[in-house]
């Protein structure tokens, strides 16, 4: 299983397509205020304006034939009338920023499928709690794994790239992320 880039991924979780309804129905409003759409449109006309919307998001017309990329990007056309003084929802639609957010999405859950060796864990425990990991209940055992995690990434980070787990480019994260892959799969060391 190799990393494979948002944009190339279709957008149809369930989340996804609520979120594209919901925010669909806000943009819908927003143009009725604005008298681009009736007060009560009928549905040619309410699809006619959806699409447009998509044709100035440069994306297909069907939300089934949208990939990731495309869907962020007529979220956000959708949010410029929905919430138009909302610079922050606007710019959410930077595709690059998108794949970066769900890249690192992916490092965590990947490192929760990893799991991490109980002497790290342990090291963790003992720092944080002052006693071992067997002594911990559920929630202070989720948060040492949690902690852990942080760790290894931030530790890894540094020591490849000299910076922060959240300050690495787009590509260091790819990088990343098929690094795991193959150890989960495959079972590699370490090449830091």
């Known amino acids: 299983m190799s990393y494979q880039p948002a944009a190339r991924r279709k957008a149809n979780s369930a989340?996804?397509?609520?979120?594209?309804?919901?925010?669909?129905?806000?943009?819908?409003?927003?143009?009725?205020?604005?008298?681009?759409?009736?007060?009560?449109?009928?549905?040619?006309?309410?699809?006619?304006?959806?699409?447009?919307?998509?044709?100035?998001?440069?994306?297909?017309?069907?939300?089934?034939?949208?990939?990731?990329?495309?869907?962020?990007?007529?979220?956000?056309?959708?949010?410029?009338?929905?919430?138009?003084s909302d610079l922050g929802a606007q710019l959410h639609a930077d595709g690059e920023h998108q794949e970066l957010l769900r890249a690192r999405y992916k490092v965590r859950q990947l490192l929760k499928q990893l799991r991490l060796p109980t002497g790290l864990?342990?090291?963790?425990?003992?720092?944080?709690?002052?006693?071992?990991?067997?002594?911990?209940d559920e929630f202070e055992a989720q948060m040492v794994t949690e902690s852990a995690e942080n760790d290894y990434i931030e530790g890894w980070a540094k020591k490849r790239w000299g910076v922060t787990f959240h300050s690495l480019s787009l590509e260091a994260v790819k990088q990343i992320v098929t690094f795991l892959e193959c150890r989960i799969t495959k079972k590699h060391k370490e090449p830091f």
């Open 121 to 136: 864990r342990q090291k963790v425990a003992e720092r944080r709690y002052g006693r071992s990991l067997a002594s911990l």
């Open 15 to 84: 989340k996804q397509v609520a979120l594209y309804w919901r925010t669909w129905g806000m943009a819908k409003a927003a143009l009725q205020r604005h008298g681009r759409l009736p007060g009560k449109p009928t549905k040619e006309q309410e699809r006619e304006a959806r699409m447009e919307l998509h044709r100035e998001a440069n994306a297909p017309q069907s939300i089934k034939l949208l990939t990731n990329a495309d869907y962020t990007r007529v979220l956000a056309v959708f949010r410029t009338w929905a919430q138009p």
